[in-house]
T-cell receptor, first 110, second 116 residues
């Protein structure tokens, strides 16, 4: 079983819609959760982090964490073509070792 | 504030050779982590350094090694290169120490290594 699992996609949404990206993790003791965006040929860019159960909003992005279900998600409201990228979920365990999912490819259709 | 820098950006080597990659973290950041990214395996953790000491190590063979200098710059070395070592090697820096519960990492542009 992989430490972090994501649907690889591709996920396609129309411009202006809400994109929903999901991630599950296996280490119940994980402490920190991150979402990175990676454009083709570029390095990952940190867009959200969340440490406590519940929702965290930053502009058009909302991260949701449910530690009991070992589930973290990212919602992108009013999706734009510039949001088209691969989104990586990362989880840091109690030893502060990071595990990344393989990423979900998102395409926003104009 | 300048971001994480990595040199060189591209490298072509042949099997059996060795290679050294360099990473300069964001000013003030003392933690540097290295990752290997391939299309099939995604991002895989290699190791993390803090204050010149390796604090965490991923599941890679001993051919992969690293070190960190007193100015927090880090190098990664791969000896006896294999075809499967072809990948994008990324380093990430963090301000908070490795023991901190809160530890956002920021990535450099990566070094693309091709092994022929």
């Amino acid at each position: 079983q992989k430490e972090v699992e994501q649907n690889s996609g591709p996920l396609s949404v129309p411009e202006g819609a809400i994109a929903s990206l999901n991630c599950t993790y296996s280490d119940r003791g994980s402490q920190s959760f991150f979402w990175y965006r990676q454009y083709s040929g570029k390095s990952p860019e940190l867009i959200m982090f969340i440490y406590s159960n519940g929702d965290k909003e930053d502009g058009r992005f909302t991260a949701q964490l449910n530690k009991a279900s070992q589930y973290v998600s990212l919602l992108i409201r009013d999706s734009q073509p510039s949001d088209s990228a691969t989104y990586l979920c990362a989880v840091a365990n109690t030893g502060n070792q990071f595990y990344f999912g393989t990423g979900t490819s998102l395409t926003v259709i104009p | 504030k300048a971001g994480v820098t990595q040199t060189p950006r591209y490298l072509i080597k042949t099997r059996g050779q060795q290679v050294t990659l360099s990473c300069s973290p964001i000013s003030g950041h003392r933690s540097v982590s290295w990752y290997q990214q391939t299309p099939g395996q995604g991002l895989q953790f290699l190791f993390e350094y803090f204050s010149e000491t390796q604090r965490n190590k991923g599941n890679f063979p001993g051919r992969f090694s690293g070190r960190q200098f007193s100015n927090s710059r880090s190098e990664m070395n791969v000896s006896t290169l294999e075809l499967g070592d072809s990948a994008l090697y990324l380093c990430a820096s963090s301000f908070r120490p490795y023991w901190s519960e809160y530890n956002e990492q920021f990535f450099g542009p990566g070094t693309r290594l091709t092994v022929l």
